[in-house]
């Protein structure tokens, strides 16, 4: 969509916006593998016949703030692209690679923090 419809990859390219919103994207990514690596694990355990506890308080807890902290993400990608769209913050001077930055350490980042964290959980 970026390249072929609306108004081009020179105009998303200059918008800091955009990159909030691939790094809100990113995000919601990255912290969508904890409670999908901690409930695959549980069920995966469960279908081999092992024996599996209830969530701890612990555990739920966690949950609770990862899967918060991507509804908050998910909210706050609408007021992106309806500032995006209108040109807040546009400048032509700045460049891209400075955008994919935090969105690429958001992403691989906070997705290595969360995979390890689910894959390491003790409670």
Same mark, same amino acid.
Request: glycine share 8%; no cysteine; net charge positive.
């Given at each position: 969509?970026?390249?072929?419809?609306? *108004?081009?990859? $020179?105009?998303?390219?200059?918008? %800091?916006?955009? +990159?909030?919103?691939?790094?809100?994207? &990113?995000?919601?990514?990255? =912290? !969508? @593998?904890?409670?999908?690596?901690?409930?695959?694990?549980?069920?995966? @355990?469960? @279908?081999?016949?092992? $024996?599996?506890?209830?969530?701890? %308080?612990? /555990?739920?807890?966690?949950?609770? !703030?990862?899967?918060?902290?991507?509804?908050? @993400?998910?909210? !706050?990608?609408? /007021?992106?692209?309806?500032?995006? =769209?209108? &040109?807040?913050?546009?400048? $032509? +001077?700045?460049? +891209? %690679?400075?955008?994919?930055?935090? =969105?690429?350490? =958001?992403?691989?980042?906070?997705?290595? *923090?969360? !995979? *390890?964290?689910?894959?390491? +959980? *003790? $409670?």
């Amino acid at each position: 969509r970026v390249v072929q419809y609306g *108004k081009g990859w $020179d105009f998303y390219a200059h918008e %800091p916006i955009f +990159w909030v919103k691939m790094s809100l994207t &990113g995000v919601i990514l990255a =912290a !969508s @593998a904890f409670p999908a690596i901690t409930i695959t694990g549980r069920s995966l @355990a469960k @279908a081999t016949g092992r $024996d599996v506890p209830p969530f701890s %308080p612990a /555990l739920v807890k966690r949950m609770t !703030s990862v899967v918060n902290a991507e509804l908050l @993400a998910i909210v !706050s990608i609408p /007021l992106t692209a309806t500032l995006m =769209a209108r &040109g807040v913050l546009y400048a $032509d +001077w700045f460049p +891209w %690679p400075v955008g994919v930055a935090p =969105a690429a350490l =958001a992403t691989l980042g906070l997705g290595f *923090k969360y !995979s *390890k964290e689910a894959l390491t +959980w *003790k $409670d």
